[in-house]
Structure formats: structure tokens, C-alpha cells
T-cell receptor
Framework: DTEVTQTPKHLVMGMTNKKSLKCEQHMGHRAMYWYKQKAKKPPELMFVYSYEKLSINESVPSRFSPECPNSSLLNLHLHALQPEDSALYLC??????????????FGQGTRLTVV | AQSVTQLDSQVPVFEEAPVELRCNYSSSVSVYLFWYVQYPNQGLQLLLKYLSGSTLVKGINGFEAEFNKSQTSFHLRKPSVHISDTAEYFCAVIKMDTGRRALTFGSGTRLQVQP
């Protein structure tokens, strides 16, 4: 199983809503990532979890709150988003962050629209 | 400072013709280099990667890339493209001088294969 599963695939939310994006992998990977991708742009790193601990936060606004409940799950909690936060949110995982474990597997993404 | 530069935003090519997608990186330290492909409304899939060793790397779907340290390049090639290769291609790098073992992507190249 080399799959990273993201739910939901599509999400429309208002600026006052609270929602969560979910990501799951069963490859035994110990590093998990959230990327944000705007239309016609490359993915931009938001957060990295390594062994369930937040290791990188790329100065993301606090209206985005990541959570890693266990080694297989990664959540992204959303609150009070702005229309400019509309994007494709990609989750990825890799074995770790060492030299031999650099291949990242990506999920299909959640297409988020903030209205 | 831009770590990865993809010089061509779009590359139109006829079916069965060869193609080269260019990627240059900037780094004074060792890097790992990757090419990912993204089909419309999909996540990213790894085509190939260079970690060390042979500078010619073969990947999936008939793609290959050559690491050139002196020219700081990692161009992607395919001798004969198919319609199904139409997609967005991202070059990415991991710099080994920091603990930031996460992918940094180039701006992407849209490969448009025409019949």
C-alpha cells in the first residue's frame, strides 16, 4: 500500500466556519507534510511533522492548525479562513527525513474553496 | 533566493517527438534532486530522483534525467512522448545543509503534447 488518502476531496466553507482536512497513510512513514498549492503555482510547504512532533512551521497563519494524533494520521484544522486561502491542500509522507528516505508520497489533495 | 529554476513555463511538443524539460538549482552544498509529475486535479507522483552515484537517472514512464554538477542542472528527458504525458512537471530539491529535509519546488513546466 503506497497510498496517502486525503478527505474530503472537495470542501466549500464560509469564513466563519471551522473545518478539518484529514490525511492518512499506512506505509509506516514517520514524516508527514502539508503543502498548499494555488492555481498554476508549485506546492508550498506549510508544516512538517517528524515522529509525530511538529518540526517545521513555515510561518503559516494561526487560522491553520495542524495536528498529528498518531503516526498514521495528520489533520489540518481550519478556522476563520479568508477567500485567498482557497487552494489545493496536499498531504505527503516519507519514511523519515534521513538521506535514504527522501521519497515523498502525495495524496490527491483537498480542493478548498472559501466563500 | 530561488533554489530551483525551471526556465520554461510551457513546452509544446508533437506526439512521438523527444522532449527536454530544463531545471537548474542553486546551492553551495549537496542536494537531492527530484522530478514530480502532476496530472490535472491530481496529487504529485515521483518520476525519478537523484541522491548520489550515477548521474544518469532513469524513472518511470520512460523518463530519465542527468545530474550535471558543474552546470547545476537536472534536465528531464524523454525520447518519444505520448499524449498521456500532457501534465505539469515540477523539479524539486532538498538541500542537505540544514535540517529542513522537505521539498522545495520549482515553478513548474506545463508539457503539452499535441497529436
Amino acid at each position: 500500500d503506497t497510498e496517502v488518502t486525503q478527505t474530503p476531496k472537495h470542501l466549500v466553507m464560509g469564513m466563519t466556519n471551522k473545518k478539518s482536512l484529514k490525511c492518512e497513510q499506512h506505509m509506516g512513514h514517520r514524516a508527514m507534510y502539508w503543502y498548499k498549492q494555488k492555481a498554476k503555482k508549485p506546492p508550498e510547504l506549510m508544516f512538517v511533522y517528524s515522529y509525530e512532533k511538529l518540526s517545521i512551521n513555515e510561518s503559516v497563519p494561526s487560522r491553520f492548525s495542524p495536528e498529528c494524533p498518531n503516526s498514521s494520521l495528520l489533520n489540518l484544522h481550519l478556522h476563520a479562513l479568508q477567500p485567498e486561502d482557497s487552494a489545493l491542500y496536499l498531504c505527503a509522507s516519507s519514511q523519515g527525513q534521513g538521506a535514504s528516505s527522501t521519497e515523498a508520497f502525495f495524496g490527491q489533495g483537498t480542493r478548498l474553496t472559501v466563500v | 533566493a530561488q533554489s530551483v529554476t525551471q526556465l520554461d513555463s510551457q513546452v509544446p511538443v508533437f506526439e512521438e517527438a523527444p522532449v527536454e524539460l530544463r531545471c537548474n538549482y542553486s546551492s553551495s552544498v549537496s542536494v537531492y534532486l527530484f522530478w514530480y509529475v502532476q496530472y490535472p486535479n491530481q496529487g504529485l507522483q515521483l518520476l525519478l530522483k537523484y541522491l548520489s552515484g550515477s548521474t544518469l537517472v532513469k524513472g518511470i514512464n520512460g523518463f530519465e534525467a542527468e545530474f550535471n554538477k558543474s552546470q547545476t542542472s537536472f534536465h528531464l528527458r524523454k525520447p518519444s512522448v505520448h499524449i498521456s504525458d500532457t501534465a505539469e512537471y515540477f523539479c524539486a530539491v532538498i538541500k542537505m545543509d540544514t535540517g529542513r529535509r522537505a521539498l522545495t519546488f520549482g515553478s513548474g513546466t506545463r508539457l503539452q503534447v499535441q497529436p
